[in-house]
């Protein structure tokens, strides 16, 4: 009979059920962490509260608060407000309470669906830039400061005349040129996460790049990249503003706040406030409510990273 050759090296246990349930719980340990932190912020519950409300009344308002926004009346023309008309009319005899609604509806469209383009592309770029390194990194990375040096708003312009000003012309457009700072921060943070154990050991066990980009690096940069959408959001209003006060935005029978403030612009003079000052609150608060948002994550990410 044949002795049996014992190994010298104890056999290596897979991954078990547990192993992935332990995971499991800790990411959900790590969000929990950083919802308890956010909620402490009374700045960012009051970004979220401001955020809601315009939400809600820019999509549920108009459901309640019914104004004709299709049809002119030059009769009721530069109404102040009141006698049935809370913020009055504007110089087509539009209820201005009701223009805001179907302005903000386009603001919030359009910035959300912009930070959303330009949110992917730049987190796949910079996740792509920030694996393979070397050349492939320089390379990638120059494309972006060259871009970076392009007038954005220019480029935007010419697009914008050249292809037409609707919701979603405006939303690509907004999203293809604002991927690049997105694209910087997401390399960083793949800079630092491809040489933590767990990249390493993915590679060991032969994973592939696209399985290191997409099961390690972008899930464990998702901090970062919730963060960057929030301020990105804020971004892509204020951009939507100024092409729409250069008459580059939205046009009838759309509008959008940045269009309502251009069409106003010589309200002031004439003493017709109202058609300024609700419309420009509108837009400072949505905008501040998302970059208080954004600074309540980011506070709250660097507390759960550091606890980790």
Known sequence: MTAAIESPLPATPGPTSSDAGDITAAASSGWKLTLREFTKNKLAVTGVGILLFFVLFSFVGPLVYHSDQLNTN????????????????????????????????????????????????????????????????????????????????????????????????????????????????????????????????????????????????????????????????????????????LNFGVHYPNTDWGSQISDAQDALSNGYWWLVFPVGAALVLVVMAFNLIGDGLRDAVDVRLRKR
């Open 74 to 245: 030059l009769l009721s023309t530069y109404q102040a407000p009141g006698g049935g008309y809370p913020l009055g009319t504007d110089s087509n005899g539009f209820d201005v309470l009701g223009r805001i609604m179907l302005g903000g509806q386009t603001s919030l469209e359009i910035g959300f669906i912009a930070a959303l383009i330009a949110t992917v592309i730049g987190t796949l770029w910079g996740a792509v830039a920030g694996l393979l390194g070397g050349m492939v990194d320089a390379v990638m990375m120059r494309v972006v400061d060259i871009l970076l040096a392009i007038p954005f708003l220019l480029v935007v312009l010419i697009i914008a005349h050249r292809y037409g000003s609707n919701t979603w012309n405006l939303s690509l457009i907004l999203g293809v040129f604002s991927w690049l700072v997105p694209a910087r921060l997401i390399r960083g943070e793949v800079l630092t996460l491809r040489v933590r154990d767990f990249v390493s050991a993915a590679r060991v066990m032969g994973g592939s790049k696209t399985h290191l980009i997409f099961r390690h690096l972008i899930p464990n940069a998702m901090g970062t990249v919730i963060v960057n959408i929030t301020f990105q959001i804020a971004d892509a209003i204020l951009a939507l503003a100024a092409l729409s006060y």
